[in-house]
Each structure stands twice: as structure tokens, then as C-alpha cells.
């Protein structure tokens, strides 16, 4: 009989030729139990997502009882749904004016395609400026929008009309026109290997796109929802944007996406033709129900407040001659080293030991570290001797 691993590799679509195969039963808090029990500390949280922990119980009830009310029942946006109408209001609550009404989706890279679209409609303009290095996700739109020509030369052609700028360079700022629909940038830059622009670069970038009517779209897909130290990583730097994207962690493990802006804004879907973005699953009731919970529980419980001391804690901690830099905010945090060899041993090794991490998609030299915001400080201290016993032996060997 195959084994389960047999059957993957058979039966699922692959997207490298080389995947961990590690195969786990069960999820917990900041553990992963594999196929034999053994537990490995998730030092990446599914990729930003499980900020709350994995299977929080708060998340699990709200997941259950929903799914025992209604499911799936219309396509996105003609009933009343109440999940979504609740998270909706929960996440305008917490956000600056203009930022109170919210597009649902599955995604993130759905979420971007919803703003590009929703910024076409707005400005009457076709361009976009990106920043290179930056990652919106792996739909064609949002493909378009990578500052990688890597990873999308083979998908051409993608959408023209997108010029590419640097992250946190005030003088490329230059390049935002009346023309440009729109700026899609990364609060923090994460696939880059965590990149924090300056609070100036931001202010520029506010000021600027204000003045040539260009809407400014903050993706948070992946430092949003506590991960950088505060709910939301523009609170950082003083700005509000037009259009604020989320996914990843606010479904605390569900699939779910959002593009968020003002009413006004958000009216051009809907008219002219109506129905201009549409999705079936888009605010699936229990992934709403789902984020609401991980919402909650992230404000009851105060999770972002330990969040920045934690992540001093990493830093403090990781010191070794090998680590040439520590890069983070928050709990979004790189550890660079001197090529993509000594990082992939590190991280295997560490896979060995039982602490999950791995590398970024623009800066392969460099180890992601963004654990659930629930980590103790016992268990960073446990996390880092392991990450350091494994810096030493695969820099020796
Ligand atoms: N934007 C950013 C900043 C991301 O990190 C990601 C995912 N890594 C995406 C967009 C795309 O999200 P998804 O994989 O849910 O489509």
C-alpha cells in the first residue's frame, strides 16, 4: 500500500520539485504534532497566518458553531449575512476614517486583484507603480505587480502600465504621476526579507500620491493583524491609505481575504456596470465567523502587547559570527547570513530538531522568523539555542 507521502506526490500538484514532505496530524498553539507525535515549535505560523495560535479555541468554536447555522449560501454580497456584516463592523471599528467598508474575498492575491480593479474604476487611469522586490500574490494582476522579474518573466505578458520603483526611496517618488492609478506597496516589505521603510519615506509617499490623486493601497497581507507590534503596521508610520489589503492572519487559519476602503471609494464596483467584482466564496460565513473570533481574541486576550518585546527578545538572542544581520519589527523577523547554502542548512537542520522555519521568496539568504504572537518567552529562548546550536554545526561542517 502507498504511503501517504507516496500519494501526495502522485496524486497533488507540486510547486517545486523538492517539497519538506513532512506530514503532521494535529495543531496546537505554536505546535505542530507530526504523523508519530513528535512536536515541532512552527516558527513561521503557516506564512504569517496562525497569529493567534493554531486551532485557538475561540476559533474553533466560532468555526463549528457556524458551520452548524449555514454554510455557503449565496454568492458574495445580495444577502445579509451576518459573519460578515459582524467582522465588517469589527474591523471599522478598529480603523481610521476613511477605512470603514470592506470587500470580502478568499485571499490575498485576490484582494489585490480587487483593488486594482476597484482603483481603475476609481481614478479613470490604468497605471500602477510597485516597488521592486515587493510580493502581492501569484495571480496574474498581482503577478504583475512583483518587483521580481525571476518569478514572472515566464508568465508573460502580464498586465503593461506597472513601472517599478524602490522601496523607501524618497526620489522614485518623483515617478507617481496623475497618471497612476494607484501605489501598491508593502507596509513592511516581508518576501524582500523584511524591509521597514523610514517614517519620512511614508509621510512623502502619503503627501505625494495625495497630490496627483493616486490611491494609496497599503498591503498588510502579510504584517497586518498584531504581527508588527500594533494592530496594524501603518499605525507605525502615522498614515492612513486609501485602500488597505488583508488576508493570512485575520481568518486565524481560515481562508480569507479584503481589500478595505471608503464607501465613496468602494461604490464604483457597484455601478456602471454593476456587479463589478464578484466572488461565490468571497466572506465565506465561517471564515468571517472565524476572523471575528481570532479579532476578539487577539484584542481580550491583548496578544499584540508583547508582541515588540518578543521580538527585541529574538534579536537580543540571536547573536552568532555567521548571522550577519537580524532584520525585524515585531514578530516579522530575517536573519541573514552569507549566501542561500548556509541559510538552507540551517533551516534543514533545524527542521531536524523540531523548529519550522524557512527562507524568504526575494532573499534567499535570510531566515523567516514569525512565530504565532502567543510564544512564551521560555520558548524564544528554546527556539534561538536551537536556531544558534544549528548556525554553529552547519557553518563547521
Ligand atoms: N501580499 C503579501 C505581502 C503576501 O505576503 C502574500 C502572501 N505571501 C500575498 C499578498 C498573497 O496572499 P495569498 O497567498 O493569500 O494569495
Known amino acids: 500500500m502507498l504511503t501517504q507521502r507516496q500519494l501526495f506526490l502522485q496524486y497533488n500538484a507540486q510547486t517545486t520539485l523538492a517539497p519538506l514532505l513532512l506530514e503532521f496530524s494535529r495543531a496546537k498553539g505554536i505546535y505542530l504534532y507530526d504523523t508519530a507525535g513528535r512536536a515541532y515549535m512552527d516558527l513561521i505560523a503557516g ?42 463592523k469589527a474591523l471599522a471599528d478598529l480603523l481610521p476614517d476613511p477605512l470603514h467598508c470592506t470587500y470580502f474575498v478568499n485571499s490575498g492575491t485576490e484582494a489585490v486583484e480587487g483593488a486594482m480593479k476597484l482603483a ?32 514572472k518573466q515566464a508568465y508573460r505578458p502580464l498586465l503593461p502600465d506597472v513601472k517599478f520603483i524602490d522601496y523607501n526611496n524618497v526620489k522614485d517618488l518623483e515617478r507617481i504621476t496623475s497618471k497612476t492609478a494607484a501605489v501598491f506597496i508593502e507596509t513592511i516589505q516581508g518576501e524582500a526579507g523584511v524591509r521597514i521603510a523610514d517614517k519620512a519615506y511614508f509621510k512623502a509617499l502619503r503627501q505625494k500620491c495625495t497630490e496627483t490623486g493616486t490611491l494609496l493601497i497599503l498591503d498588510e497581507i502579510q504584517c497586518g493583524f498584531g ?3 500594533k494592530m496594524f503596521g501603518f499605525e507605525h508610520f502615522d498614515v492612513v491609505p486609501d485602500i488597505l489589503l488583508l488576508a493570512k492572519g485575520i481568518g486565524g487559519g481560515m481562508p480569507i481575504g479584503a481589500f478595505i476602503s471608503s464607501r465613496e471609494i468602494m461604490l464604483s464596483l ?22 471575528l473570533a481570532t479579532l476578539k481574541t487577539i484584542v481580550r486576550e491583548n496578544m499584540v502587547a508583547g508582541v515588540r518585546s518578543k521580538g527585541e527578545l529574538f534579536k537580543e538572542l540571536l547573536v552568532h559570527p555567521m548571522i550577519k544581520s537580524v532584520r525585524g519589527i515585531g514578530l516579522m523577523i530575517a536573519i541573514e547570513f552569507e549566501n542561500f547554502d548556509l541559510n538552507k542548512k540551517v533551516i534543514d537542520a533545524c527542521i531536524e530538531d523540531g523548529v519550522i522555519s524557512d527562507w524568504f521568496l526575494h532573499c534567499s539568504n535570510a531566515m523567516r522568523i514569525a512565530p504565532p504572537l502567543i510564544i512564551t518567552k521560555e520558548e524564544i529562548i528554546k527556539a534561538c539555542s536551537i536556531i544558534l546550536k544549528n548556525i554553529s554545526s552547519s557553518s563547521a561542517a
Request: glycine share 12%.
Open 47 to 88: 506564512i504569517g497566518v496562525s497569529n493567534v495560535g493554531h486551532c485557538h479555541p475561540e476559533v474553533v468554536r466560532a468555526v463549528k458553531d457556524q458551520a452548524e447555522s449555514y454554510m455557503h449560501i449565496m454568492v458574495y454580497g445580495e444577502f445579509v449575512q451576518s459573519p460578515q456584516v459582524n467582522f465588517a
Open 270 to 291: 457597484a455601478t456602471n456596470p454593476i456587479l463589478g467584482h464578484i466572488t461565490t466564496f468571497g466572506g465565506h460565513p465561517v471564515s468571517c465567523a472565524a476572523g
Open 227 to 229: 504581527r508588527t507590534g
Open 120 to 151: 481603475k474604476r476609481f481614478t479613470g487611469c490604468t497605471e500602477f507603480i510597485a516597488c521592486n522586490n515587493s510580493y502581492h500574490g501569484s495571480t496574474q494582476g498581482a503577478l504583475s505587480l512583483m518587483g521580481n522579474e525571476e518569478f
